[in-house]
């Protein structure tokens, strides 16, 4: 009964060390966007989860939720600048159960017609593990046009 005990101690140390690190990277991630809302003279709105999001265009249609299939024009970039992704300008369509979570969250925000951005925080994107030319905790920015909504 005896071995519990350490196994225990180090599951709560590393458990409570991830939680440090993901905090750690939640506030650098926010200090990235918050520069970059700054520095590009934006109106953001922050969600309990980190994201930001700018309308800059309300659009007249309805709001998707997060189950929608929604048709969608974008650009994603890293906070550089950097190009990793582009649909063409008549859009994709795609569940947004099926998307980073950061979408997924997000695009509820515009309404049919609408148009703005999305600045995600690495773990609303590809978190700690990254993907095909996007680093790990990287900051994600998409310029959006909310097409339609099905």
């Known amino acids: 009964m005896k071995f519990w005990i350490p196994l225990l101690a ?4 590393t458990g409570s060390c991830a939680k440090k690190k993901a905090a750690a990277q939640a506030k650098k991630d926010d200090d990235i966007i918050v520069k970059y809302i700054a520095d590009h003279n934006l109106t953001a709105t922050k969600t309990s989860d980190g994201l930001y999001y700018v309308i800059t265009t309300a659009g007249t249609g309805v709001n998707p939720t997060a189950t929608s299939q929604v048709k969608v024009a974008y650009k994603g970039y890293m906070i550089d600048g950097t190009v990793f992704d582009q649909s063409a300008t008549t859009g994709i369509i795609f569940g947004l159960q099926d998307v ?3 979408w997924t969250e997000g695009i509820p925000y515009f309404k049919e017609g609408g148009v703005g951005k999305l600045l995600i925080p690495s773990a609303l994107a590809y978190g700690t593990q990254g993907t095909q030319g996007i680093p790990a905790n990287s900051v994600l920015i998409f310029d959006i046009t909310l097409i339609h909504v099905y």
């Open 100 to 102: 980073i979570k950061g």
């Open 10 to 13: 180090i599951l709560l140390i």
